[in-house]
């Protein structure tokens, strides 16, 4: 089964930038409070500072992923969906083979307790 190639590169390029957004956006939210870039951060205490920018650095992440599945879920779904051929064979050739073991097995358990 082929898949489009430019479709493939796009999805790739989509992950990859929202990998990227995931690991800067919590790093650049902790950096702006530990070097006092966000207004107001300075009159905070320690102890507040730590929380407030763990919390605001979860919540980028949380915002990040929730982007991504808005973007993959916009994904055109046009192309209809078509079975492997090679699997179906196999999986037919394997539930054959199966019947034909379950067969000789009942034929076996019934001449024992003839």
């Keep these: ?3 489009n190639e430019k479709a ?3 999805v790739i390029k989509k ?4 990998s ?3 690991w800067i956006a919590p790093v650049a939210v902790l950096y702006g409070f530990n070097n006092h870039l966000f207004p107001g951060t300075s009159q905070l205490s320690s102890s507040s500072k730590t929380l407030l920018s763990g919390f605001l650095a979860v919540i980028s992440v949380n915002l990040v992923i929730v982007l991504y599945i808005i973007m993959a879920m916009k994904e055109p779904t046009n192309r209809e969906h ?3 051929h090679a ?3 196999q999986a037919k050739a394997s ?3 199966l ?3 379950t067969t000789s097995d009942n034929a076996q358990t019934s001449k024992k307790t003839e």
């Design 99 to 101: 019947a034909i073991v």
């Design 8 to 10: 493939m590169s796009n």
């Design 20 to 22: 990227m957004v995931m």
């Design 15 to 18: 992950f990859f930038i929202a």
């Design 1 to 3: 089964m082929m898949f």
């Design 95 to 97: 539930i054959n083979q």
């Design 87 to 89: 699997f179906l064979a």
């Design 82 to 84: 078509q079975p492997d």
